[in-house]
């Protein structure tokens, strides 16, 4: 066990530049274990069957069907362990620690192969410009645990409030789930509207998984590990309807950004605000408002005051 203190109700600081490689190889574990699922759980519609999920010590897959049974693999940010567990009682444990990309692939491959329950996936990962296949990359390498930890924490912060923001959608809304693509945290509200066509573009990603995607008109915000000094809260809108960038949203060190076509809160501005909570729920409110007004979206019929 490690001594860290259980902050889970706090917005700890995690600044980018200082934790930037074990960021970089821990979205490369992720793939790993985010592929295995993609390729055991049934498809469901955007691809919401492939994200993994907080859980009271890190990430899981959650439940994962492999013929007449299932298993579920969890990365522990408080032991500093991957648990591979089978329906059947056996687990194998592979732990976390600074290891290149390549050696934790081949434990991953090598713990479902002793379970009997083997996975073949696709070795390039999704999403990134430098696409090293897994049994390859000897690059990304380091793992610092207290880092690892700090993350979790600002991961489980964002997800209390992406939560509770959920709860009022009585629409078409996804789980909050964590894209191990672009690695970030992120709950969809959906109009009823199909969208345009998605012109695709995502680096080393197929068009027509993009295009699954965003088949239907929405709004969708979330939290990623970069963009600012500490990471960022993002909305955006797909399609962007007119009148979109000039809504005014808030708090004030919310800005659009044109460079990537979303609103951008840096996690810095939320961490040390009187109330982060009630700030970034103010965030994702007004920039969800940016797209429902602007969108003309039904909703009376949509949003709902939880009892």
């Known amino acids: 066990m490690t001594g860290f203190r259980d902050s889970a109700g706090d917005w700890p600081s995690l600044r980018v530049a200082d934790w930037a490689d074990t960021r970089d190889t821990l979205h490369m574990w992720m793939q790993v274990v985010g592929k295995v699922r993609l390729a055991l759980a049934p498809m469901v519609n955007h691809w ?16 994962m069907p492999h013929g007449r049974r299932s298993l579920d693999i969890e990365f522990d940010f408080c032991e500093h362990v991957l648990h591979i567990r089978s329906s059947s009682g056996d687990a194998r444990r592979i732990r976390l620690a600074p290891k290149p990309v390549a050696e934790f692939y081949r434990e991953t491959m090598a713990a479902l192969r002793e379970l009997e329950l ?31 930890h700090l993350f979790w924490q600002q991961l489980l912060g964002a997800h209390r409030v992406l939560a509770e923001f959920r709860s009022r959608f009585v629409g078409k809304v996804s789980p909050v789930h964590f894209f ?19 012109p695709g573009g995502a680096p080393n990603c197929a ?64 961490r040390t605000a009187a109330d982060p909570d009630a700030t970034l729920l103010e965030f994702l409110q007004t920039t969800y408002e940016a797209a429902a007004d602007n969108g003309a979206w039904d909703r009376r019929q949509l949003e709902v005051a939880p009892v």
Do not use: N
Request: proline fraction near 10%.
């Open 48 to 63: 919401w069957q492939v994200p993994l999920y907080l859980s009271a010590r890190g990430l899981t897959t959650s439940l």
């Open 207 to 270: 068009d027509w998984v993009m295009v699954e995607g965003y088949s239907h008109e929405l709004s969708s915000c979330g939290f990623w590990p970069g963009g600012s000094g500490e990471g960022t809260f993002y909305s955006y809108a797909y399609p962007e309807p007119a009148g979109y960038v000039q809504h005014p949203v808030r708090p004030a060190d919310a800005s659009y950004s044109p460079e990537v076509g979303e609103f951008l809160l840096p996690y810095e501005a939320v």
């Open 118 to 148: 083997p996975v073949s996936i696709w070795t390039r990962p999704r999403e990134v410009e430098y696409a090293i296949p897994f049994e390859e990359d000897t690059e990304h390498s380091s793992y610092d645990p207290e880092h690892a």
């Open 180 to 198: 191990w693509g672009a690695m970030d945290l992120a709950v969809t509200r959906f109009s009823g509207r199909t969208a345009p066509k998605h």
